[in-house]
């Protein structure tokens, strides 16, 4: 970790994926300082050497090269990108509104799925998009969640964390997740004549602006009426002056104007070429789409929220995991919908039945443990291993 992370650490803002901590403040101020160390080791370790493949994959894809050498560069040179552009989102969060904070943490944060979503439904490849998204969600809520309980617990007879904020956080996912299954719902339920009678564009936007809706409650809820309930011990970084804090936002504003462009691209070939790599490996593109991508392309961010948690004690992992998952399901999906209606694509939301009974037993399950307040290793495993079975 260089010099000057580590002297700018104590002007940092709560990073992405402690949002929810304990109220504890002791913890609190640990957790945050942990998590940006975590982050820019893994920036500035081996993880590094990995963005000489970004224009490598760039030029890879507009030469026209094999598809499997198109689609592995580009995928490991997202790998560093998003790294880097999570580290620059939690430096600017001093310099920016907390509103612009959490909208940065939401798309930018997740910008393998805007990205896949989009270049996906771009080539008309529905399935793709729906499978980065709904991998994403699943990736945090069974591996993520499970290996923070198992790291954090293996030693322990059971963790403990705040039921209050979890049980709240898990209810909003189960009324989104509620809201996403709808058009799915109706195509699974109705007779094949009544569900071709039905507007399913009309109910997929309807389900975009219901989603749209429950994020800014989330929002208010967060940023006005609770703020008590996530908002961090000041440090340094509340007395620092304007003028100090947008120098030192200049050097991650940069970071991220360089990394935007550049996960589009990768984003964008990886997708082109992710069907030739699927036939020539005999590896199912659903199977890419649901695990390999949101697995690898979210790597270092999984890293980091498994090893912070492992410092808190476990206090901090299943809200974080929740609230990443609550961004992908409160905007960028409803985005990826959208975009849909822009490229008249109106099935964006109407899942596979498989995936829509996984995403449903999961966010229950996540619910039941958020509002018992406690858990142990054991069920940390059941988490991991029902997602290593997700592709048999």
Same mark, same amino acid.
């Given at each position: ?44 370790? *081996? ?9 490598? !994959? ?30 620059? #989102? ?14 940065? &943490?939401?798309? @930018?944060?997740?910008?393998?799925? +805007?990205?896949? !979503? ?16 709904? !991998? ?17 617990? *293996?030693? &322990? &007879? &059971? ?53 749209? @809706? ?9 940023? %006005? ?30 970071? +991220? ?24 490996? %005999? ?8 695990? #390999?991508?949101? @697995? ?34 409160? @905007? ?40 018992? !307040? ?19």
């Amino acid at each position: 970790m260089s010099r000057s992370s580590e002297t700018d650490q104590s002007n940092l803002p709560s990073p992405d994926s402690l949002d929810g901590e304990p109220r504890q403040p002791l913890m609190r101020q640990k957790s945050w300082h942990s998590y940006h160390m975590v982050t820019s080791q893994i920036c500035h370790s *081996y993880l590094s050497a990995l963005l000489l493949l970004v224009p490598i !994959g760039i030029v890879a894809g507009i030469l026209g090269w094999a598809d499997d050498a198109v689609f592995l560069l580009n995928l490991a040179a997202i790998v560093p990108l998003v790294s880097w552009m999570t580290l620059s #989102i939690s430096e600017l969060s001093a310099s920016v509104t907390p509103l612009i904070d959490e909208l940065f &943490k939401a798309t @930018l944060g997740n910008a393998v799925e +805007l990205t896949v !979503g989009v270049a996906a439904l771009a080539r008309d490849q529905v399935r793709t998009a729906q499978s980065a998204l709904l !991998g994403s969600i699943l990736c945090y809520l069974l591996l993520v969640l499970g290996s923070c309980f198992f790291v954090s617990g *293996y030693n &322990k &007879k &059971k963790l403990d964390f705040d039921r209050t904020l979890t049980g709240i956080l898990s209810s909003l996912l189960m009324a989104a997740a509620v809201c996403l299954m709808v058009p799915t719902g109706l195509k699974m339920f109705l007779a094949p004549d009544v569900f071709a009678r039905v507007d399913i564009t009309r109910v997929t936007h309807g389900t975009a602006i219901v989603l749209f @809706l429950l994020l800014s409650v989330f929002l208010l809820f967060r940023l %006005r009426t609770h703020t008590s309930y996530f908002k961090a011990i000041p440090t340094g970084g509340s007395t620092q002056s304007p003028q100090i804090a947008a120098v030192r936002s200049w050097r991650p504003a940069i970071i +991220l104007a360089a990394s935007i462009p550049s996960v589009a691209l990768c984003g964008f070939f990886m997708v082109s070429s992710l069907s030739g790599f699927a036939k020539s490996t %005999r590896i199912s593109q659903h199977f890419i789409s649901l695990v #390999i991508i949101p @697995l690898v392309g979210n790597s270092a961010k999984i890293l980091s929220i498994v090893t912070v948690d492992r410092e808190d004690r476990g206090a901090s992992g299943i809200t974080a995991v929740i609230i990443n998952a609550l961004r992908i399901a409160l @905007l960028v999906v409803p985005c990826v919908a959208f975009l849909g209606w822009i490229l008249d694509v109106p099935t964006v939301l109407v899942f596979d039945a498989f995936d829509t009974v996984i995403f449903l037993v999961c966010v229950m399950v996540t619910t039941s443990m958020a509002h018992r !307040g406690e858990t142990n290793y054991f069920e940390g495993l059941m988490l991991v291993g029902t997602y290593v079975l997700l592709p048999c």
